[in-house]
């Protein structure tokens, strides 16, 4: 049960220090620039559009203002006209599957998930070739259109992959070796399953 590691993705100048992998991002909170290129719009891509583009204030007046909820019930079904909250930074969420952006999270929150970054003004992107990275950004491609994203910070949120230390050695280990979780499988990971696995194997034993 060794978990999982972010996947590297091979990319010309992918070892910039502009780039960052979601894991140390979040784990050292990593500082990023103004304009950040998310690369994945998977759970964990979403996941850290949202938390950037949080507003700096988390009080309850600020999260119904933010929603349009007025708690005075003086606008008509209790909601003011829906505000603007864009946010100071400027993101783009990418993927390289064409169609519609954000549909990967849970289907009973992934819409408020990307209604969210669609009013904080986040850029979602869909179709995207990702070519390099350079001093001028991130460079993709778009509908056969060559662009430059002009990102400061390019963090890496492309999915995981199974962490299995000493895995020349397992067939030594014969029956008295388990694999379960994101050691086993790391695609679209899912906690219940990994879960599941732990009490199982815990029972057998």
Same mark, same amino acid.
């Given at each position: 049960?060794a978990g @999982?590691?972010? &996947? #590297?993705?091979n990319?010309e *100048?992918?070892?910039?220090e $502009?780039v960052?992998?979601?894991?140390?991002l979040?784990?050292?909170k990593?500082?990023?620039?103004?304009k950040?290129?998310?690369v994945?719009?998977g759970g964990?891509?979403?996941?850290?559009?949202?938390?950037l583009t949080?507003p700096?204030?988390?009080?309850?007046?600020?999260?119904?203002h933010?929603w349009?909820i007025?708690k005075?019930?003086?606008?008509?079904?209790g909601?003011?006209?829906?505000p603007?909250s864009f946010?100071?930074?400027?993101?783009? @969420?990418?993927? &390289? #599957?064409?169609?519609?952006? *954000?549909?990967g999270?849970? $289907?009973?929150?992934?819409w408020?998930h990307?209604?969210?970054l669609?009013?904080r003004?986040?850029?979602?992107?869909?179709?995207v070739s990702?070519?390099?990275?350079?001093?001028q950004?991130?460079?993709i491609?778009?509908?056969?259109?060559?662009?430059v994203l002009d990102?400061?910070?390019?963090?890496?949120?492309?999915?995981?992959?199974s962490?299995?230390?000493?895995?020349?050695?397992?067939?030594?280990?014969?029956g008295k070796?388990?694999?379960?979780?994101?050691?086993?499988?790391?695609?679209?990971?899912?906690?219940v399953?990994a879960?599941?696995?732990?009490v199982?194997?815990?029972?057998?034993?």
């Open positions: 049960a @999982v590691e972010p &996947r #590297k993705l990319l *100048g992918i070892d910039q $502009k960052v992998d979601y894991q140390t979040i784990r050292e990593t500082p990023v620039g103004e950040v290129a998310i994945g719009a964990i891509g979403i996941d850290v559009a949202t938390m949080e700096t204030s988390h009080s309850l007046d600020d999260w119904l933010e349009g007025d005075n019930m003086e606008h008509p079904g909601l003011y006209p829906y603007d946010s100071d930074k400027t993101v783009w @969420v990418m993927q &390289r #599957k064409a169609g519609r952006v *954000g549909k999270p849970g $289907k009973t929150t992934g408020i990307k209604r969210t669609e009013k003004g986040v850029n979602l992107l869909g179709g990702y070519n390099k990275i350079d001093d950004g991130l460079h491609t778009i509908d056969k259109k060559e662009q990102a400061d910070s390019v963090i890496v949120c492309a999915g995981q992959v962490v299995r230390p000493f895995e020349d050695m397992w067939q030594e280990f014969g070796l388990h694999v379960i979780g994101g050691a086993d499988y790391a695609g679209e990971l899912d906690a399953r879960i599941r696995q732990g199982e194997l815990a029972i057998k034993l």
